[in-house]
């Protein structure tokens, strides 16, 4: 019913930037807070950065003051500027959102199949 497709992943030199897009599609009736995670190599998903749907946002401590997250409800669209990477920032980036599907009563939380960043010492 819906789709979340990641891309702008990619590899890059510490200290450069990338980024992320995250486009959702399908039988959408509304997006409601949409986010970014990321998992690293034997770790568990974290929590990078959130923004609802009155554009409040939300960063893990690590990455505050270097990522920003904004959205564009006209594309369906969340996106990630990632600048001043880091190597510990390697990992793959998982996009989520919270979607009202069209003719049905409650929203469902998605995620996309994510993209890699690798950040080079």
């Known amino acids: 019913q819906v789709q979340l497709v990641e891309s702008g992943g990619g590899l890059v030199q510490a200290g450069g930037s990338l980024r992320l897009s995250c486009a959702a599609s399908?039988?959408?009736?509304?997006?409601?807070?949409m986010g970014w995670f990321r998992q690293a190599p034997g770790k568990q998903r974290e929590l990078v950065a959130t923004?609802?749907?009155?554009?409040?946002?939300n960063y893990a401590d690590s990455v505050k003051g270097r990522f920003t997250i904004s959205r564009d409800d006209t594309k369906n669209t969340v996106y990630l500027q990632m600048n001043s990477l880091k190597p510990e920032d390697t990992a793959v980036y998982y996009c989520?959102?919270?979607?009202?599907?069209?003719?049905?009563?409650?929203?469902?939380?998605?995620w996309g199949q994510g993209t890699q960043v690798t950040v080079s010492s």
């Open positions: 923004i609802t749907s009155g554009e409040i946002t």
């Open positions: 399908g039988s959408i009736f509304s997006i409601h807070g």
């Open positions: 989520n959102a919270d979607v009202t599907v069209r003719n049905l009563p409650t929203w469902r939380n998605y």
